[in-house]
């Protein structure tokens, strides 16, 4: 499938909102859920095939150094009326190859994409919701604090790099929202995990989206199953990215560091 960039614009410093629109979205069929993917495939430069392509076909007929890079990404939005879909990008300059794109993507520009999947959506029978992450996991959040009802209970904690990162949220009346801000140094890696063991949890049944940085994400897993004693399939809990680690480092390793992340706590 694909899609034409319709605008881009940067939001924060390090994070670039881009609307996408035309191509296959006149047809595409959206789940109902707030934490809905999709999977962008960018070619590298001088790619012999043309900028709208099948990645299946690619694979099968064009060498490894030829075939594109895979990245998941969250949908922000989508409009069925427009058939317009929003999709925001982390960037770090020209590191990393979506953020590169998102960072230079001009009106007209192809994406290609498979999917859309789904993994997350707020349960309405849940007493509260705790969400946690970073900027890679806003999209998802900002879009599951848009879909509660206004009387929902939620705690948000979220870490990003200062005051100038953070965006307006759209969320329940009485969300308790919390932006954790990096020094850039070492204790940053526990920024996260200390603000959730801080926190007094309401009573009743807790729904937690725990998404963002590898480490992070382990420690506040560990803490919210071992002595918080979340339900496990209350929890939808997946690490997008780890400190130190290029994109393709970290998705050479991801499969077994989820492994060994599982069975800390099963």
Request: charged residues 25%; negative net charge.
């Amino acid at each position: 499938m694909h899609a034409r960039v319709v605008t881009a614009a940067p939001l924060t410093p390090t994070l670039v909102r881009v609307v996408l629109g035309g191509g296959d979205l006149d047809h595409l069929e959206m789940p109902e859920a707030t934490d809905t993917y999709i999977n962008l495939a960018f070619p590298p430069e001088g790619a012999g095939y043309d900028g709208v392509f099948d990645p299946g076909e690619v694979r099968k007929t064009h060498p490894r150094e030829q075939q594109p890079a895979r990245r998941r990404y969250t949908v922000r939005s989508w409009d069925p009326a427009s058939r317009q879909m929003t999709v925001d990008f982390v960037v770090h300059g020209d590191v990393g190859v979506a953020g590169r794109w998102a960072s230079h993507a001009q009106p007209g520009d192809v994406l290609v994409f498979e999917g859309p999947g789904s993994g997350y959506l707020p349960d309405p029978a849940a007493d509260w919701h705790l969400l946690v992450g970073d900027e890679s996991a806003l999209p998802a959040i900002a879009a599951a604090l848009e879909s509660m009802p206004s009387e929902a209970r939620v705690i948000v904690r979220l870490v990003c790099d200062g005051p100038d990162h953070e965006i307006p949220l759209t969320a329940p009346d009485e969300a308790d929202i919390g932006w954790l801000h990096r020094s850039g140094g070492p204790d940053d890696v526990d920024l996260l995990p200390d603000a959730v063991a801080d926190l007094r949890f309401p009573v009743g049944r807790g729904q937690a989206f725990v998404h963002g940085e590898a480490d992070e994400i382990r420690q506040v897993r560990r803490h919210l199953l071992s002595d918080r004693g979340l339900a496990r399939s209350d929890m939808s809990c997946s690490p997008y990215w780890r400190r130190t680690m290029t994109d393709e480092a970290w998705r050479q390793i991801k499969r077994d560091y989820v492994a060994a992340m599982e069975a800390d706590v099963s």
